[in-house]
């Protein structure tokens, strides 16, 4: 009998243009498998200086250990242009002035379907009905993805998803808010999956008028979204996702939005 595989361990996932792959840190519950696969991928650090600085969640942390109780493995990748997967950022938009949202977005969903097709393939996990979850940048790269076929995955979650946030240092000011819908719009017209939306109303980059312009060209095009706006969350509810005690308040709605795909399914 071969031994468990390690709780935690890093990984470097093939990925052409990186120097080495991209660094991934995989949490496993303590009991044993086949387990369901979560995907989570980050946002990214306003400071573009710090990208390469960034790391993975640890196994302890608040989104983790909500997963990893309900019998998740839980997939943290690092994408390019952060931390030491590094290379470059290819998810960038260019200018405020005219950014290119669709091209940054399908550039973090290349990335998130390597890590997805990886982590399914291990031999502990299940090799379907995963689930994606992306929070601010990340979030906006699982919106990507669900326009492009994903077979292995029967869930999809933006936490306070989108693009161009703290224009010019401004809490709440957005680059082209009105592009930025119109790619969600593009992405809705080839999405397979209904997703789920969670922005807290004190969201500093994605404030309450971008979301709900966000969300309402995202099914005016078609797309399938759940969009859930809970109330104030500490100081900047964009943080929602990785805050302690935010599970408080986003698990409940990730638990239904859970349940109706299962049972959907």
């Known amino acids: 009998m071969s031994a468990p595989a390690p709780r935690q361990v890093d990984v470097f996932i093939p990925m052409p243009g990186t120097p080495s792959g991209l660094y991934t ?3 496993r519950p303590p009991q044993a498998g086949p387990y369901r696969v979560v995907v989570i991928n980050h946002g990214s650090p306003y400071a573009g200086a710090d990208r390469l600085l960034m790391a993975p969640q640890g196994c302890d942390s608040e989104a983790a250990s909500w997963f990893l109780a309900r019998g998740f493995m839980v997939v943290f990748p690092m994408r390019r242009g952060f931390g030491l997967t590094g290379g470059p950022m290819v998810e960038s938009s260019g200018s405020c002035e005219a950014p290119d949202y669709v091209a940054a977005g399908r550039a973090g969903a290349a990335d998130i379907a390597v890590a997805v097709d990886y982590a399914t393939a ?14 601010s940048l990340g979030g906006w790269a699982v919106v990507a993805y669900d326009s492009v076929p994903h077979p292995r995955v029967g869930a999809l979650i933006s936490m306070a998803g989108g693009r161009g946030g703290w224009a010019g240092g401004r809490a709440g000011e957005n680059c082209r808010p009105d592009l930025l819908a119109q790619a969600a719009a593009r992405f809705a017209a080839g999405a397979s999956t209904p997703m789920l939306w969670i922005y807290a109303t004190n969201d500093s980059f994605f404030p309450p008028p971008v979301a709900e312009a966000l969300a309402a060209a995202y099914a005016g095009a078609g797309g399938q979204v759940a969009f859930a706006q809970p109330g104030p969350f500490d100081s900047d509810g964009h943080f929602l996702f990785y805050g302690r005690g935010g599970s408080r308040i986003w698990g409940p709605l990730v638990d239904q939005y859970l349940g109706a795909r299962h049972a959907g399914s």
């Open 25 to 27: 840190r995989i949490c």
């Open 122 to 135: 291990l031999p502990d996990a299940q090799p379907d009905d995963a689930v994606v979850v992306g929070q």
